[in-house]
T-cell receptor
């Protein structure tokens, strides 16, 4: 089983829709979680950290479920500019940190 | 404030050749991590440098080697290039041995094509 798994998509949604992605992780010792956004042929950019209490940044909400070992990203009122690949990142400490990326979920927002 | 800079942006090499990629971390960052991202895949961790030493290594062969300089900049070297080494190579910098709370800052990458 992969340490971090994501549904590759693509998720094709109309403008204004709400869309959610999940990312599961296999190691319960994982400590820190992030969502990154990657546009086509560009580098990943940090979108938001994920906290146990959940956190919101405008139209974006991130949640962590430690019991079920997954994180989620909810995007409300999708914009065309939200079209990108969303990568989840899981960090596990133990001597040195181990940073693992998911393969990414592709989102296409359609006019 | 300069972010992470990588050079060159694009590179074409022939199978069997050697290549060196360069990375300058974001100002104030002391840790550099290198990733390989094949088309349609997530970034795969190659190795991480801190205090001029390789601190962690992913599942990559010894053909992949690196170096970190006193100014924190780093190089990634790949010997005996294979067609499968064609990918986007990303450099990410962070501070204090990659403390998670601050995430990583990525460079725009070097796109390597091996023919």
């Amino acid at each position: 089983r992969k340490e971090v798994e994501q549904d590759p998509g693509p998720f094709n949604v109309p403008e204004g829709a709400t869309v959610a992605f999940n990312c599961t992780y296999s190691n319960s010792a994982s400590q820190s979680f992030f969502w990154y956004r990657q546009d086509c042929r560009k580098e990943p950019k940090l979108l938001m950290s994920v906290y146990s209490s959940g956190n919101e940044d405008g139209r974006f909400t991130a949640q962590l479920n430690r019991a079920s070992q997954y994180i989620s990203l909810l995007i409300r009122d999708s914009k065309l500019s939200d079209s990108a690949t969303y990568l989840c990142v899981v960090i596990r400490s133990g001597g040195y940190q181990k940073v693992t990326f998911g393969t990414g979920t592709k989102l296409q927002v359609i006019p | 404030d300069a972010g992470v800079t990588q050079s060159p942006t694009h590179l074409i090499k022939t199978r069997g050749q050697q290549v060196t990629l360069r990375c300058s971390p974001k100002s104030g960052h002391d840790t550099v991590s290198w990733y390989q991202q094949a088309l349609g895949q997530g970034p795969q961790f190659i190795f991480q440098y801190y205090e001029e030493e390789e601190r962690q290594r992913g599942n990559f062969p010894d053909r992949f080697s690196g170096h970190q300089f006193p100014n924190y900049s780093s190089e990634l070297n790949v010997n005996a290039l294979l067609l499968g080494d064609s990918a986007l190579y990303l450099c990410a910098s962070s501070s204090l041995q990659g403390k998670a709370n601050y995430g990583y800052t990525f460079g725009s990458g070097t796109r390597l094509t091996v023919v």
